[in-house]
């Protein structure tokens, strides 16, 4: 391991560990501790510096090292078992100690490219970019110092360091100039950058600067001025002369223009980039004429650097001369050519021009000294005849001459020739330099060798890079060669390697050259000699002789030149060992210096342990350990011994086979456990053949048992021979003589039965309890029993002389239910002689059953059940299982299930409803209401499950039901079908389950629903090849459901892990998918994205609703004024009614405007049965989703749900009812009159059509509704019902009220101050009338506005099951009375439906006011409905049916009663007045609810408009 000076706690690799090789042959519990120590090290100083945990090794630092002090550590850890038997084991540790410096530099990139003016000053900064906008910034940083300090690099350029500098502070540092540059000269400098920190080094970049132009250079004439001849006959455009001028700046600042500035006389033009001089057109040349031009030459560099030279042109024109020498076009000729073109490729023409056509010769002068090139004498062709060498020479001038004969008639050009290099030469490694290198082994960046190589090509071909092809994390080189070990080198490990480096050049295409380097490792000291095992184990047999060799010990040292000395190690050992052994120093032989008694030693297992270590004398490494454990072993120094010398059995002559005689044991004295110690037995067979074949020994026990069924004579006697041997080394033994004798058949004992079985015993029956008696006889003798198998536990007792087995244990059916016991029966002949004889008959089989008994309570499987259930899930939805487990048997572990749910609070118990119930036989949990908006809320409950079908033992669990929704899910969407998942449901649940439990301890997880793969638009497809996995989580802590996006989280997170683990479950291939979120989820969101894009369409429907409006609420103002004008006309009709006298109407048939919805069977109903008003279950809002599952705030009203009157049944089917016109409650008028008979009959007022026909007649009978709660309960006591006086003064009044018929219509009567009856007179004590308040009349005529306002739903009528009902079966008006303390109530109102300043009379009372609606307890709850019971119900009339004297009694208790005048009735029972009631309230109910809650819950009124 390495070390920095100031690091702890130290790490170690690898990890310092100790395995027990005999882990897996003992149990985890007895399984010793492994304990760490150090043994030993080097330098003797380490305990100063380092200290191992005895449990679990870790190396600490005890405090700072000095580098200089010490450098390496070698320890040697020792590791040993904790249980008193060491076995110790060793290993090695090496400690180096770095420097605080141990990390090497290294640069941020890997090459850098900067740019720079080749007109910069000296100092000037390396730009990053040609614009020389940013400077070329160099990061290397250091990993020993922080990032955002300067490491203090030394940088290092390995060529070029006269040119350029690194700047010397810094992270980033900056390349500057040291010397100008010349462009010219040199165009780029590439070079390799190290970074150093005085220890460690970087690896190079390289570094390339591109010198950019500067317009410094001027163009420049090849000659000062020129001298031309011309002649008159030349023509206009031919070439006078070609001057040239030379730019060494590249680009725009070398390219020249020409022009003449002077003294061309408008004779002469010049081409602006050739500078060929030619005769301007139309000029004709004068004899004797001279010209002195002056020519210019300008680069194009920028406007204001332009730089410029002139020449002058001396031209004069002769004469016409015949011999005038050829001319060349140009008198300096400028050519590149690679050294690598081809031989015999032509470079220039150089053709002359004579005037006179005479031939011209062409050759080279001078500048071609090796002959390279050929200039073709007649054609002028220069061409290259030889390869060049641009190495040797790279640049030639030649001189030609042009000829064509005649004295003077030569002309001469020059032609200037650049060699330009191609990458043609391979990098030359430096022979000089050695290849066979050495390095130290164990040194970090130590110095290997050095190579190097040149290559004479020019630029990027000629600079040279180095790389080793192998050995690369071992080796590396540098930019300059130098070569480096990366890591210490361990010489044990290889001695040798063999580098190979290449070097090649910068070229596009490069050339490359290889060396073989040959590097040796030299050796140090630096290891301890390691025996061949670390653990020895001998076996030493005692007594054996002294200084006999037990064990070769073997060290090898990996070190060079090692000299081994071995030794047993004294430091911790017992000094016995030094006396006991002796270990040869050179060859390591272990030898016993005494001799051991196996039976001397006091230690149990006789084992010595003991180290042993092996020294390097010539080193300076710790010594190598090992350990010896010696083994001792016992070599069978006894011989078994019996306890007797001879033994006696006796056998019954028809014994069968197997029947044990006797047992004989022998005792060895080895130590027990030993194989010396262990005794087995066999017969002789030589002995007494005969009696060897009858009987046997077994091998183990010692039972001498017959081998075959007997048939011998009585008397006779047998011998046998027994052997006891053991297994030590050598093999002992000893004999024994057995003697048996077959007895006489007299005195065996014969069973009764071969078989007991007695009646089963209770397994409450108490310790002592008789089961039963066996019995055996034999000839005078005396009969002794025992019990010789089946009773291991001893749960029975044997009575040997009376053979009563009774119970001696309590027993335990659910530990053993039944028992199989052997019996024997012996005489005490045999008895007596302490032996046993048995038999066929004197043994039997005893079977006792035992009985069970409920001695167990059930127990659930789980203490609290967790589970869940939607939102929108139905009535009897199951929600989860429950399941207890009972030991007994039979009934006693049938289980009944209940729950024991809390009321809710605040609530009365009597009318709450239970949200869940249970099968009582499957223990099936399953919903009893409904959960709209309750998401996020759950129910806590117990169940109770009792054994022996509810009649035993109980025991209880928690259960704890969430309330969720798709909000709470997610879809597992798997490539399976969803066969395959509902058929694994239990098994993925639980992988599920266990992921989720990972971040959520005890959290259930749930399955909603399993089904096909929906997807496309709208989720509408479906896809049965896959499969969807809805499923929630519920956390036990908050009894609520895991959100969905952490149930995302945990799954999507594992989904690799979690298909694992579902391979085994899936088919092949199959897998999860995804785990996406419910469509109901992701519609929602959609759907509230895309409000935003309609919200400007909305905007302008609205606008268009309103426009629309406008008209619509204009006919309405208009209808709604001819509607008040209809009313004031019905109202004056009224009036005018109830002036008229008193008649007797008719009978007839009332209109039933009931309609029928499709039921055949209710047609024509009405005429012979009674009438059954069901009233609504009057239910706050909020509580309508758990109560009736009507969600509040929603237009509906799906199903009825009714509290009906005790006595009838409510019929099977739903509820007929429609909606009737508010407009049928004024359609008809009339008056109420007391018959002769005294009833209340209503006949309204005819009709055009009904002239002259019978009248109509509707009876009107007091509803005894009141008197009882929706439940069908007495809601009052006894004493309030007696309050009534049984006769009434008087019947007047009853004109001059409002009623409402069955029909819907609103029935306004007469008002008369008395009527008459032909049996009964109704008394008042004050027969004044009082006027109504006009305050209530407004009320009521507001309410009654609000039935026009609305759409009243009407009950039907629906079949009873009773044909014979207390209302006689007539059609009837119940009516509602209040409570008070006078004797009677007398209704008189009028009313007028216009507007609220008509006057209205209402009820009439003396000493209380008439109610129209009941007084409940509470106005807050679903209880408050049971008590407004007392309601006004309206009825269509009918034939009336007798009445039984039975009815006619209930209705003397408080209900007066008149009937219809009908077909062939005419029993006359008088008028009887219920008496009052007094309902007891918190709180005294206002007008407005008194007339909501009376006489319109007949009406079925839309929830949402209450």
């Not at 941020?108 to 040609?130: F, K, M, Q, W």
């Amino acid at each position: 391991m390495l070390l920095k000076s100031k690091v702890n706690p130290l790490n170690v690799t690898p990890p310092i560990q100790a395995v027990d090789q005999d882990r897996n042959i003992q149990p985890p519990s007895d399984r010793p501790g492994i304990l760490y120590s150090i043994l030993i090290g080097k330098p003797e100083s380490y305990a100063e510096y380092f200290s191992l945990n005895r449990t679990t090794a870790e190396l600490l630092l005890q405090k700072p090292i000095d580098r200089e002090l010490y450098r390496r550590f070698d320890l040697v850890i020792k590791a040993e078992q904790d249980n008193g038997h060491p076995l110790p084991a060793f290993a090695n540790l090496q400690i180096e100690v770095l420097d605080e410096n141990n990390q090497a530099p290294y640069f941020l990139e890997d090459s850098y490219h900067g740019y720079i003016n080749e007109a910069s000053p000296v100092g000037t900064t390396i730009a990053t970019n040609t614009s020389l906008s940013a400077p070329l910034a160099i990061v290397a940083l250091d990993n020993d110092v922080e990032e955002t300090k300067d490491p203090q690099l030394q940088f290092s350029l390995d060529s070029y360091s006269d040119v350029f500098s690194v700047t010397a502070t810094g992270i980033k540092r900056y390349l500057t100039l040291v010397q100008p540059l010349d462009r010219e000269t040199q165009d780029s400098y590439t070079f390799t950058l190290l970074a150093s920190d005085g220890v460690q080094q970087s690896i190079p970049v390289t570094v390339m600067v591109t010198v950019l132009d500067a317009n410094d250079n001027t163009p420049t004439f090849v000659n000062v001025s020129y001298n031309v001849n011309l002649y008159t006959d030349m023509m206009p455009g031919e070439t006078v002369l070609q001057v040239s001028a030379v730019d060494s700046d590249a680009g725009p600042n070398g390219q020249v223009t020409y022009r003449i500035l002077a003294g061309d006389q408008g004779h002469f033009l010049i081409g602006n980039s050739t500078g060929v001089i030619t005769v301007a057109p139309g000029v004709e040349l004068t004899v004797g004429r001279s010209y002195a031009l002056t020519v210019e030459a300008v680069d194009n560099g920028p406007e204001p650097n332009r730089r410029s030279s002139i020449t002058t042109v001396y031209i004069e024109v002769l004469p016409p001369n015949n011999q005038s020498p050829p001319r060349f076009p140009r008198q300096q000729y400028n050519v590149e050519i690679s050294e690598a073109m081809r031989t015999g490729a032509t470079l220039l023409n150089l053709q002359a021009v004579d005037r006179e056509g005479d031939p011209i010769t062409y050759t080279v002068d001078s500048g071609d000294p090796h002959e390279h090139f050929a200039l073709q004498r007649n054609s002028g062709y220069l061409v290259l005849d030889k390869s060049l060498d641009r190495e040797s020479l790279d640049y030639y001038t030649l001189m030609v001459t042009a000829s064509d004969g005649h004295p003077d008639g030569t002309s001469t050009a020059t032609v200037n020739i650049v060699v330009t290099d191609v990458n043609d030469n391979d990098p030359l490694f430096d022979s000089t330099l050695p290849v066979n290198l050495t390095v130290t082994e164990e040194q970090d960046h130590a110095y290997v060798g050095q190579v190097k190589a040149t290559d004479p090509d020019l630029g990027a071909s000629g600079q040279v890079h180095y790389r080793l092809i192998n050995h690369q994390k071992l080796f590396s080189i540098n930019a300059t060669g130098a070569i480096r070990t990366l890591a210490p080198l361990d010489r044990e490990v290889k001695g040798h390697y063999f580098l190979i480096v290449e070097a090649w050049d910068g070229a596009v295409d490069p050339r490359r050259s290889r060396l073989t380097l040959s590097v040796t490792v030299l050796d140090v000291d630096d290891n301890s000699p390691i025996f061949t095992q670390q653990t020895y184990n001998v076996n030493l047999p005692e007594n054996s002789p002294k200084d006999t060799v037990i064990l070769q010990l073997k060290a090898r040292d990996a070190d060079l030149s090692s000299n081994l000395t071995y030794r047993i190690r004294t430091e911790g050992s017992d000094q016995e060992i030094v006396q006991l052994f002796h270990i040869d120093p050179v060859t390591g032989e272990l030898s016993v210096l005494k001799v051991l008694d196996y039976e001397t030693l006091t230690d149990p297992e006789a084992t010595y342990t003991f180290t042993v270590e092996a020294l390097d004398t010539k080193g300076t490494m710790p010594p190598g350990l090992a350990s010896v454990s010696v083994r001792i072993m016992d070599m069978n120094d006894f011989s078994p011994v019996f306890s007797q010398s001879v033994y006696r059995g006796m056998v019954a002559p028809n014994a069968v086979k197997g029947t044990i005689v006797t047992t004989v044991k022998a005792n060895d004295s080895d130590p027990v456990g030993t194989p010396a110690g262990l005794v087995r037995y066999k017969v002789d067979q030589e002995a007494y053949p005969y009696s060897s074949s009858i009987f046997g020994v077994e091998e183990q026990t010692g039972h001498v048992v017959t081998r075959v069924n007997l048939n011998e004579e009585p008397n006779l006697k047998f011998s046998l021979v027994v052997v006891a041997y053991d297994d030590g080394e050598p093999v002992k033994k000893n004999t024994t003589l057995v003697e048996i004798t077959v007895l006489q058949p007299s005195i065996i004992p014969v069973f009764t039965q071969e078989e007991y079985r007695f009646p089963p015993v209770s397994e409450e029956t108490a310790v002592g309890t008789p089961v039963g008696v066996i019995m055996a006889a034999a000839v005078n003798q005396t009969i002794v029993y025992s019990i010789v198998e089946g009773n291991e536990g001893g749960s029975f007792a044997l009575n040997e002389t009376t053979g009563v087995i009774s119970t001696a244990k309590p027993l335990d059916y659910e530990t053993n239910s039944s028992y199989v016991l052997k019996v024997e029966a012996d005489s005490m002949r045999v008895v007596s002689s302490n032996l046993r004889a048995p038999s066929k008959t004197n043994t039997a089989k005893v079977v006792i059953d035992v009985q069970d008994e409920n001695d167990h309570p059930p127990v659930f499987s789980r203490s609290l059940y967790i589970g869940g259930v939607a939102e929108d899930a139905k009535t009897f939805t199951s929600v989860l299982q429950v399941q207890a487990l009972d030991k007994d048997t039979g009934n006693y572990s049938s289980m009944i299930y209940r729950l024991i749910i809390p009321p809710p609070a605040g609530k009365d118990t009597k009318d709450s409803k239970d949200g869940f119930v249970i099968e009582p036989y499957s223990g099936v949990v399953k919903t009893a209401i409904m959960y709209r908006n309750m998401r996020r809320s759950y129910f806590k409950f117990e169940v109770v499950a009792t054994d022996n079908y509810g009649q035993g033992h109980s025991s209880k669990a928690e259960i704890v039901v969430s309330v969720v929704n798709q909000l709470d899910m997610q879809v597992v969407v798997s490539n399976v079908p969803p066969t395959y998942v509902e058929k694994n449901k239990d098994k993925l649940l639980s992988i599920l389950e266990h992921y989720v439990q990972e971040q959520i301890p005890g959290a259930k997880v749930v399955v909603e629903t399993i089904g096909p793969h929906r997807h496309g638009e709208g989720m509408e497809q479906e896809d049965y090849t896959k499969s969807d996995l809805m499923i929630y989580a519920i956390d036990p802590l908050t009894n609520r459901a895991v959100s969905r996006q952490e149930l995302y989280k945990f799954l999507d997170g594992k989904l690799l892990d979690i298909n694992k683990e579902f391979q085994p479950l899936l088919p092949p291939g199959g897998r999860i998918l995804e785990i996406r979120t419910p469509e109901v989820v992701t519609s929602v969101k959609k759907a509230v994205q895309a409000v935003g894009y309609t919200e400007g369409a909305l905007l302008a429907l609205a606008v268009i609703i309103i426009i629309c409006c406008v008209p619509a609420i204009l006919i309405v103002i208009i209808t709604y004024r001819q509607f008040k004008e209809r009313q004031a006309e019905c109202a004056k009709t009224a009036r005018i009614q109830m002036a008229l006298p008193t008649g007797k109407p008719g009978g007839g048939t009332a209109n039933n405007l009931y309609e029928e919805l499709g039921d055949n069977a209710m047609r024509g109903y009405g005429q012979h049965e009674t009438q059954q008003l069901l009233r609504p279950s009057l239910l706050r809002p909020e509580e309508l989703s758990m109560e009736s599952g009507i969600d509040p705030g929603q237009d509906y009203y799906t199903q009825d749900y009714y509290n009906y009157d005790h006595g009838y049944d409510l019929p099977q089917y739903g509820s007929r009812r429609k909606l009737i016109s508010p407009s049928g409650l004024y359609d008809e008028y009339g008056e109420v009159v007391v018959d002769d008979d005294g009833s209340y009959y209503y006949s309204p007022q005819e009709s055009d059509g009904e002239h002259g026909s019978k009248k109509r007649r509707i009876k009107l009978v007091v509803d005894r509704e009141y008197e009882t709660s929706s439940t069908g309960e007495d809601s009052m006591p006894e004493t309030q019902r007696s309050r009534l006086p049984s006769t009434l003064n008087s019947h007047a009044n009853v004109n001059g009220s409002i009623y409402v018929a069955q029909n819907g219509s609103i029935i306004r009567t007469r008002r008369s101050m008395t009527a008459t009856g032909p049996t009964h007179t109704l008394t008042t004590t004050n027969n004044n009338l009082k006027l109504n308040s006009p305050v209530f009349s407004t009320r009521l005529a507001k309410h009654f506005k609000k039935l026009d306002k609305m759409a009243a739903t009407l009950e039907e009528r629906m079949p009873l099951n009773n044909p014979r009902t207390a209302d006689g079966g007539c059609n009837t008006l119940r009516t509602f009375q209040s409570s008070g303390t006078a004797t009677s109530a007398t209704v008189t109102s009028s009313f007028s439906n216009t507007d609220n300043n008509k006057t209205l009379n209402v009820f009439n009372t003396r000493q209380s006011s008439v109610s129209l609606g009941s007084t409940s307890t509470s106005n807050t709850g679903p209880e408050s409905a049971a008590s407004k019971s007392n309601l006004l119900k309206a009825a269509q009339g009918g034939t009336e049916q007798p009445q039984s004297t039975e009815e006619r009694d209930e209705l003397k208790e408080g209900e007066r009663e008149s009937k219809v005048d009908g077909s062939n009735d005419d029993i006359d029972d008088g008028l009887v007045m219920r008496e009052p009631l007094e309902c007891p309230s918190d709180r005294t109910q206002s007008d407005e609810e008194e007339l909501w809650m009376g006489p319109w819950n007949s009406l079925h009124i839309p929830m949402t408009k209450l």
